[in-house]
Nanobody, 124 residues
Framework: QVQLVESGGGKVQAGGSLRLSCAAS????????MGWFRQAPGKEREFVGT????????SYVDSVKGRFTISRDNAKNTVYLQMNSLKPEDTAVYYC?????????????????WGQGTQVTVSS
């Protein structure tokens, strides 16, 4: 069992930055690829990015490439989402998720555990 708790959300103006954290319980964190997803009001949840178990491979949706960076600290059981050059269209609830995979996945169905989400609001 893995429990995930996101933090770091908030309100920011367009062009600003935020760093989200996702703290995982359990001693098997290193076994999991981690993903970030987001859900904007009235829209379906979408993939944002993923990182493999060791942290040396990442993948992102095109809309955030070059602006968002995922990293992880396995010693702290934590994965991060650094968000720069934020845009109003990045406004959403952001979720982290864990998948028992060596590489990450873009598909929600691959993820076994989910956090409760943290709200990010970007004003123009």
């Amino acid at each position: 069992q893995v429990q995930l708790v996101e933090s770091g959300g908030g309100k920011v103006q367009a062009g600003g930055s935020l760093r989200l954290s996702c703290a995982a319980s359990g001693r098997t964190f290193i076994s999991y690829a981690m993903g970030w997803f987001r859900q904007a009001p009235g829209k379906e949840r979408e993939f944002v990015g993923t990182i493999n178990w060791s942290g040396n491979r990442t993948s992102y949706v095109d809309s955030v490439k070059g602006r968002f960076t995922i990293s992880r600290d396995n010693a702290k059981n934590t994965v991060y989402l650094q968000m720069n050059s934020l845009k109003p269209e990045d406004t959403a609830v952001y979720y982290c998720a864990a998948a028992m995979l060596s590489l990450g996945s873009r598909y929600e169905s691959e993820y076994e555990y989910w956090g409760q989400g943290t709200q990010v609001t970007v004003s123009s």
